[in-house]
């Protein structure tokens, strides 16, 4: 894998400045282009897609900060060219609000489809899936019940396609599949490959000890209106001993530094509250279900344990790491300001693997939506 960056605002002279930076005549496979949502993505598209050879295939999406082995950016467009021994087949679904079920079923199904081979048939220990969604649809749980319809064996991992805007009324995202750029959609990337890969995901959360059960939630089954059959906000503030104020994601000592998490084996997967609600209730990032038990969390060390799931766990698991697909939640970096950590955040990268990536809006791991994680894709040789 080789990475390139740009500030350059004009499209043309971005695209030329990209792959101006790339080495060597070698054709890469894969183009992956992490953009900031300000530029104009029509006029990106077209320039990189001109100038890229015609077999090399092209993913993408608009970020809130784009990232490289050289630290977290923002207003930049970042490039990752993926040379080797694997095969990659697209696809598109559309309509994602309307219905976000068929939209990851059709999207798998033309992945599927351009690498020739059944969705019943994918080996998941040669084949993964790379999932971009418009972050913004908060549709993850509904498409990935499309994408895995006829296989659930198989690996995902991603994020939503973001948007640095803080209004909710403001914010939008945008895809790019090959010449396409498209809103309100899903794109998956099927990779088949026989060398080495890993579908990987780091937080930096530690069980507390303590459980909570989700004894009533609202119809769109995001709202937590009591826990432990006590009002929700109130009983979250007194199981941290904050008041009700001090919990809103982004506060320290709230919901960012004690989220909740799904425990699914020996792993937690974080599936984080939100906000609290003028009537008391919850706002969850994820669908909730009545009688759900949750684990309480608390927050660790951020950068260090980013920095040593780079140095130790990913080389662990992928044998001569080569390239890394960086999917960052924005949560993360909510909370990296809060803490004054950004610095030391953004200094882990240089440890990684070759490496491309954004801050997302929300994460992709196996069939599950989650949040305040890093989620990644990396291949390795052998």
Known sequence: MQTARTTQQEPVAAAEDLLR???????????????SRERDQLALNRALRERLPKSTRLVGATTAGELDNQGIHAGSVVLGALF?????GLGLGTGLSADAVSAGATAMKRAAQELGVRQSDLDARQYVGLVIDDGFRYKKEELLLGILEKNQALMLVGGGAADPQPDPDRQSALLHVDGE???????VALFKTSAPWGALRSHWYQPLGERLTITRVDDSATRALEIDGKPAAQRYADMLGVAVDDLEFGKPRGFAAHPTALKVGREYFIRAPWKVLPDGSILFANLLEEGSELELMKAGDLAGMTRAFFQEELPRRVPNPQAALLFHCSGRMWYAHATGTVPSLADTLRHAPTAAGMNVHFEVYSGFHINTTLTVLAFGEK
């Not at 930076?21 to 953009?35: D, I, K, M, S, W």
């Not at 080797?84 to 990659?88: I, L, P, Q, S, T």
């Not at 750029?181 to 794109?187: G, H, K, W, Y």
């Open 84 to 88: 080797g021994d694997f095969e990659v």
């Open 21 to 35: 930076q790339l080495e060597g005549n070698e054709e890469p496979r894969l183009v992956t282009l992490f953009a």
């Open 181 to 187: 750029v498209t809103t309100d959609s899903v794109l």
